[in-house]
C-alpha cells in the first residue's frame, strides 16, 4: 500500500527525525569502559616515563669509577686506600704495575681512568678516554683536581682516545642504537596492527618473523650509511656497525612481537615500558653506569638499548673490547624472542582449537 501523498506537492510526506538518545546515553556510547583502560594505560606510561628519567638524570653521582693507580710500591698502597676511602665511595683503585698497564685497562674498558702518581714531583697525570662517556671522565678529572688541591699537588688530564670529530661529546652511539630500537619495536607493532594485533597461527607468526630479517639488514646498514659516509660520525667500522644494527633490530622486533603475540595490547605497552621508560635512560648513553643511581646502573646492559650502545661505542672507539656480554644480551633477545613468539601463537592456536570446533559443530547441528 503506498504513502499517502501530500495535498500541495503531491510527494509523500517527511519522515520525523530521530529522537536524539541525549547526552548521558551518548557519552556512555563514546567512553566505554576499554577506552577508559586505554587512557589510564596511557596516563601511567606517560607518568612512568617521567619518572624514569627524571630519576635517572637528576642529580648524577659518581659511585665506583674503576680507575687505576700507578705509583712506586710504597706509595700505591696508601693512594688506593686513600680512593676507596672517600665518602660515598666515588671509585674503585685498583694498583697497576706500570703505566702500559694502566692506559691498557683504559683502552680495554677494564677501568675508566688511570692517576699516574709522579713521585719526583708535584705534578700528576690522570689518563682518561671521553670517547666511553664524557662524563665520566669530566667527573674522575673533578675528583682528582679535588684531591690534588688538598694535597697541594697539580694534576695534568689526559685524554687518551677522545670522541671523534664528528661524533661532538659522543653521543653517536646512543642515537643510532635508539634509532634502530625504535625502528624495530615499531615495525613489529605496525605489522600486528595491519592485520590483527595477534597472529592467528604458527605459519603467520614465522611469515612476520621471515619478513623481519630483511627489515633489520636494511636498517642496520643505513644506519650505518648515516653515521659513517653521510655524517663522518663512526667512520670505518661500516660493515661491523651494520651488523650490530641488524641484530639490534632483531632483538628489538623480535620480542615486540612475541610479548604482542602473547598479550595483545597489553604486550605493546610492556615493550614501550622495557625499551623506552626503563631502557633508555639506563643505557649508558648520556649518564655511564657509574653516574646512575643503582637501580637504572643495574638494568641498563641487561637490556637492548643498553647493550646496542655499548656494543656500538666500544667496536667504533676501544678496538671491540669489553662487547661480550653486550652481544650475548642482543643474541638472547633476537633469539628468544622469535622463539617466544612462535610459542605464544601455538598456545593461543591450542587455546582457540577447541572453541573453534564447539562452533562448527553448532553450525553443523
Do not use: C
Not at 612481537?257 to 605493546?268: E, I
Not at 646496542?308 to 666500544?314: A, E, I, K
Amino acid at each position: 500500500m503506498n504513502a499517502p501523498s501530500s495535498p500541495s506537492t503531491g510527494r509523500p510526506p517527511t519522515e520525523p527525525a530521530p529522537k536524539s538518545p541525549g547526552f548521558a546515553a551518548e557519552f556512555k556510547d563514546a567512553v566505554t569502559f576499554r577506552a577508559f583502560g586505554l587512557v589510564l594505560g596511557g596516563l601511567l606510561v606517560q607518568l612512568a616515563f617521567v619518572v624514569s628519567y627524571v630519576g635517572a638524570f637528576h642529580s648524577p653521582t659518581p659511585h665506583r669509577i674503576p680507575v687505576a693507580v700507578v705509583a712506586p710500591p710504597q706509595a700505591s698502597a696508601k693512594i688506593v686506600a686513600q680512593l676507596n676511602g672517600l665518602d660515598g665511595e666515588p671509585v674503585t683503585a685498583t694498583a697497576a704495575s706500570s703505566t702500559a698497564v694502566a692506559r691498557a685497562w683504559v683502552m680495554t674498558r677494564r677501568t675508566d681512568a688511570a692517576f699516574l702518581f709522579n713521585a719526583r714531583g708535584t705534578e700528576d697525570t690522570l689518563l682518561v678516554a671521553s670517547a666511553g662517556g664524557p662524563s665520566v671522565s669530566q667527573t674522575a678529572t673533578q675528583i682528582a683536581q679535588r684531591i690534588e688541591a688538598s694535597e697541594k699537588r697539580r694534576i695534568t688530564v689526559t685524554d687518551i682516545r677522545p670522541p671523534n670529530p664528528g661524533d661532538g661529546r659522543g653521543m653517536t652511539s646512543f642515537y643510532l642504537v635508539l634509532g634502530w630500537v625504535i625502528g624495530g619495536y615499531l615495525t613489529a607493532t605496525i605489522m600486528g596492527m595491519a592485520s590483527g594485533s595477534r597472529p592467528a597461527n604458527r605459519p603467520r607468526t614465522l611469515i612476520r618473523l621471515a619478513a623481519l630479517i630483511p627489515y633489520a639488514v636494511v636498517s642496520g646498514v643505513a644506519g650505518a650509511v648515516i653515521v659513517g659516509p653521510v655524517f663522518h660520525a663512526l667512520g670505518g667500522h661500516f660493515w661491523a656497525l651494520s651488523a650490530i644494527g641488524t641484530l639490534t633490530v632483531l632483538a628489538s622486533a623480535t620480542t615486540a612481537l612475541a610479548l604482542q603475540t602473547l598479550l595483545g595490547l597489553l604486550g605493546t605497552g610492556l615493550v614501550i615500558l622495557l625499551f623506552v621508560v626503563l631502557g633508555n635512560p639506563s643505557s649508558g648513553g648520556v649518564y655511564p653506569a657509574p653516574l646512575l643511581p643503582a637501580f637504572w646502573s643495574a638494568i641498563g646492559q641487561a637490556l637492548p638499548p643498553g647493550a646496542g650502545t655499548t656494543l656500538v661505542r666500544n667496536t667504533v672507539y676501544f678496538s671491540g673490547h669489553a662487547t661480550g656480554p653486550a652481544l650475548w644480551v642482543l643474541v638472547a633477545y633476537a633469539v628468544g624472542g622469535a622463539v617466544l613468539a612462535w610459542a605464544a601463537s601455538w598456545w593461543r592456536e591450542g587455546r582457540t582449537a577447541p572453541a573453534g570446533t564447539g562452533a562448527e559443530a553448532a553450525v553443523t547441528a
